[in-house]
């Protein structure tokens, strides 16, 4: 078992800055990678970052390449998705999901069902 908790949601104007933080617990040697992902209303959970286990690989959807980072520190077990230029769009609740099966690599990395483990969310809303 992996838990996952985020933080560092909230309400930012156009432009600026957010970063969230998911913290995993439990079995994390299991893991082999990590996602962002999020969901607006009336929307389906849509891919955001990811990276593997190591660090070494990091992936993002065209939507928020260049202004978002994602990385991890292994010693605090942490995930980070540091957000600049943020925009209305990317409104959403944001969760972080781990891979302990090795199912979310390549082309599978974006889709949410190749992820085992599931924070509960963090709301970032970014006004206009």
């Known amino acids: 078992q992996v838990q996952l908790v985020e933080s560092g949601g909230g309400l930012v104007q156009a432009g600026g800055s957010l970063r969230l933080s998911c913290a995993a617990s439990?079995?994390?040697?299991?893991?082999?990678?990590m996602g962002w992902f999020r969901q607006a209303p009336g929307k389906e959970r849509e891919f955001v970052a990811a990276?593997?286990?190591?660090?070494?690989?990091?992936y993002y959807a065209d939507s928020v390449k260049g202004r978002f980072t994602i990385s991890r520190d292994n010693d605090k077990n942490t995930l980070y998705l540091q957000m600049n230029s943020l925009k209305p769009n990317d409104t959403a609740v944001y969760y972080c999901?781990?891979?302990?099966?090795?199912?979310?690599?390549?082309?599978?990395?974006?889709?949410?069902?190749?992820?085992?483990?599931w924070g509960q969310g963090t709301q970032v809303t970014v006004s206009s």
């Open positions: 999901a781990a891979d302990v099966r090795g199912t979310a690599v390549g082309g599978r990395r974006t889709n949410p069902r190749n992820y085992d483990y």
């Open positions: 439990g079995r994390t040697f299991n893991i082999y990678a």
């Open positions: 990276i593997t286990w190591s660090g070494l690989s990091t």
